[in-house]
């Protein structure tokens, strides 16, 4: 007789119960995201950008492709949970956005691939002129240069020249010349700024110093310098010194003439970005050119009763805004400024609020998406950080609340505004400190401070005058307008020396790692970009990255991957270089990387280093409070007279570490780690972390498939066209 079972075998019930929970949290995630509804789209640049970073984070095109199945694998998931749950859409899209933009960078990398000289080599050849840029400040110009008739060299060069040397040269001629070049250098320290990566997408292959005369084809001189040169030599030669180059930089973009010590006493005030025409330069030409055409166009009785006055100043506003942006030389950030505030004029003049986020996400997947390798660089990162954070807190209820009008004695309303901006500055600081950190090392404490004059200074003061002073030249009554704006400007830098020399007015730490960096954002936009409760859940990443970059140790030893360079961490927290004589570009990148801001010593000088003119030996200790008998004695190699092998052999015997910037012998054995020529062209620079356990993190990768890592070479040593024999 047949039987049946009378109960549910303990295995189903199990799965029954996992189901009856994995139902329960979709719905509670539903329910979550039907509160969040309006927010979610949000999300889809954020999801564009991760494709973007995790192709430039992930080293092999193994790991790439990997990462396309788990997110083909994540798209057939968000399938299975349904199409109808906004958590199954949420994925679906999310997963493709995100291999959508790991695609596009790919692409866009694969698509500008030009080739790079494979070494330094000086060499003579003729050359079309593409764009030059006047440094006035340090004496220089920079060329932007296409060889001719070498098929041994780049297609594109960027060379630097002494100001004497290229006088008159302007962008379309051909020049003849000797240079140094060398293929872009990338990061010479652990998370120092990888100019070869951002040489790629410029389609630069190599870069140089020019030699000697420049020679010129017949005829050359004769054409006119473009009109963003000329705009910036008038705008120099009405306001002087660095004033003038600050001037400059308002209207045309060209920095080259600000003085290195004001420049860098802009950035370590938090006054940095009023230097590249952004968002705030482009709105304030946007608004005073359509202000100024509404009141034109509205004595037309005409247009004002037809309803025209409001889109043909919106018009005129836009036209404003291009033609600015053409003539600030169409840089990414400006094109992303002026992306931007054109979108506001198109929601302003169809009836939708204009300032929202969804602006903000719609102007962030415009720029990713014609150039997904601006999503690198800080520029596009601070940016849209600080919109963000404008927007979201202004979008905040609380903050709704306190800057709402109301019936108040004028001082009140006053304050009121001063406490908002003030609380804008503040909030904008926060958002910008990990990315600052990140990039640069250091970050300005009193920003928000020196923001609230600046900023009111430079939009309805300097910019104003600087137009009307240029508007009126046009007769001869500029001067007026130039001294109002050469004093304002004198008083905006001398604002910046003051709030940079202010005590504690910069922060400065070691390098940011990379993953406490990830959480520390995505935790900040988890904060930002929902509404509801659950935006709190962003603050444990967001403290836990920061947290990982606040303990994070300053390095005992710093080498460049060139090996010449070295700095050794002292025990009063200063660090001494090998190279007394190094240049200014080499102490900052190590000052920066070891996050300190005060200046570097001679190592030779140091009572316990010996150093001669071959080699130098001390003992190291870690910063982490390591006994002295517990220290690591380094060698360094730095000579280039010939040592016999057996005395370096026995020298390399008795260190821990030994490290030369050329080739050691076999016999040179050091107790734990020997390098050398060989072994830096594989990693790069080093940063030695001497504790109880000893690592060493290095700047590149055992293995990188990113195309400017491996890319074609040229060898540029076949001379077949000299400077005198130009081409035509």
Not at 325 to 336: I, N, Q, S, W, Y
Not at 364 to 371: K, P, S
Not at 376 to 402: D, K, N, Y
Not at 497 to 506: D, E, F, L, R
Request: glycine residues 10%; proline residues 5%; charged residues 15%.
């Amino acid at each position: 007789m047949a039987t049946r079972q009378l109960q549910t075998p303990i295995r189903a019930r199990a799965a029954q119960a996992r189901a009856r929970m994995v139902a329960r949290v979709l719905d509670a995630l539903e329910a979550r995201l039907e509160r969040e509804r309006e927010r979610i789209g949000l999300w889809l640049p954020i999801a564009l950008g991760a494709g973007i970073t995790a192709w430039l984070a992930l080293p092999t095109r193994t790991a790439w492709i990997g990462l396309l199945l788990l997110l083909g694998a994540g798209v057939c998931a968000g399938l299975l949970i349904g199409w109808r749950r906004r958590s199954g859409r949420m994925l679906v899209i999310g997963c493709a956005a995100m291999a959508a933009g790991l695609l596009l960078i790919w692409g866009r990398a694969l698509w500008v691939a030009a080739p790079v000289l494979a070494w330094p080599v000086t060499t003579e050849f003729s050359a079309g002129v593409e764009r030059v840029q006047p440094l006035p400040a340090r004496g220089q110009i920079r060329l932007w240069l296409r060889p001719i008739a070498r098929a041994d060299l780049p297609p594109r060069l960027r060379l630097t020249a002494r100001s004497e040397q290229a006088v008159g040269i302007v962008a379309g001629e051909y020049i003849g010349l000797r240079a140094r070049l060398m293929p872009p250098p990338s990061a010479s320290l652990p998370g120092g700024y990888d100019f070869a990566q951002r040489a790629w997408f410029d389609g630069i292959g190599g870069v140089g110093t020019i030699f000697g005369d420049i020679a010129s084809a017949k005829g050359a001189g004769a054409a006119e310098a473009p009109l963003r040169a000329r705009l910036s030599a008038h705008i120099q030669g009405e306001v002087a010194g660095s004033a003038g180059g600050v001037a400059s930089a308002l209207v045309t973009g060209d920095r080259g003439a600000i003085d290195e010590a004001d420049e860098e006493a802009m950035r370590r005030s938090g006054l940095a970005h009023l230097l590249s025409i952004s968002g705030l330069h482009v709105t304030a030409v946007v608004g005073f050119a359509m202000f100024f055409a509404m009141r034109l166009l509205a004595l037309s009785r005409r247009l004002a009763l037809a309803g025209l006055v409001l889109p043909l100043a919106a018009a005129a506003g836009a036209l404003a805004g291009g033609g600015y942006t053409l003539l600030a030389g169409a840089e990414v950030p400006t094109l992303r400024s002026f992306i931007a505030a054109t979108l506001v004029l198109i929601a302003f003049l169809i009836g939708r609020e204009a300032l929202t986020l969804r602006l903000v996400a719609a102007g962030a997947l415009i720029v990713m998406l014609f150039w997904p390798e601006a999503l690198a660089g800080p520029s596009f990162q601070l940016s849209f950080a600080a919109v963000t954070a404008i927007i979201a807190l202004h979008e905040s209820a609380p903050m709704r609340a306190f800057l709402e009008r109301r019936d108040e004695a004028r001082i009140k309303r006053l304050g009121r505004g001063i406490a908002g901006l003030f609380a804008t500055g503040a909030v904008v600081e926060i958002a910008l400190t990990p990315i600052a950190l990140f990039h640069f090392h250091k970050a300005g404490l009193y920003g928000a401070l020196a923001n609230i004059i600046a900023i009111p200074l430079t939009t309805f003061v300097i910019m104003p005058a600087e137009a009307l002073a240029l508007l009126f030249d046009a007769a001869g009554l500029g001067a007026p307008f130039w001294w109002v704006a050469e004093t304002a400007l004198n008083l905006l830098i001398m604002l910046a020396h003051g709030v940079a020399g202010a005590p504690g007015a910069v922060t400065t730490l070691p390098s940011f790692p990379p993953w406490g960096f990830a959480l520390t954002i995505g935790g900040g936009l988890w904060m930002l970009l929902w509404r509801s409760g659950w935006r709190w859940w962003g603050a444990g990443p967001l403290v836990l990255g920061m947290g990982a970059l606040l303990l994070q140790p300053r390095p005992d030893l710093l080498v460049t991957g060139d090996g010449r360079h070295i700095a050794a961490a002292q025990p009063d927290g200063s660090y001494a270089m090998l190279r007394a004589r190094a240049g200014d570009y080499v102490r900052s990148a190590m000052a920066e990387t070891a996050g300190i801001d005060t200046p570097l010593t001679a190592l030779a000088e140091l009572s316990h280093a010996e150093c001669n003119r071959d080699l130098c030996r001390w003992a190291q200790r870690s910063g982490a409070g390591e006994a002295a008998e517990n220290a690591r004695i380094i060698l360094v190699a730095h000579g280039r007279d010939r040592m016999e092998a057996e005395d370096m052999a026995a020298a390399c015997a008795a260190a821990d570490v030994v490290i030369s910037e050329r080739w050691l012998p076999r016999s040179c054995r050091a107790r734990w780690l020997t390098i050398d020529r060989d072994s830096l062209a594989e990693t790069g620079g080093l940063l030695f972390y001497l504790g109880a356990t000893p690592r060493v993190v290095a700047a590149h990768r055992v293995r990188d498939d990113h195309p400017w890592r491996n890319p074609q070479q040229l060898s540029g040593n076949d001379e077949a066209v000299p400077k005198a024999d130009l081409a035509p």
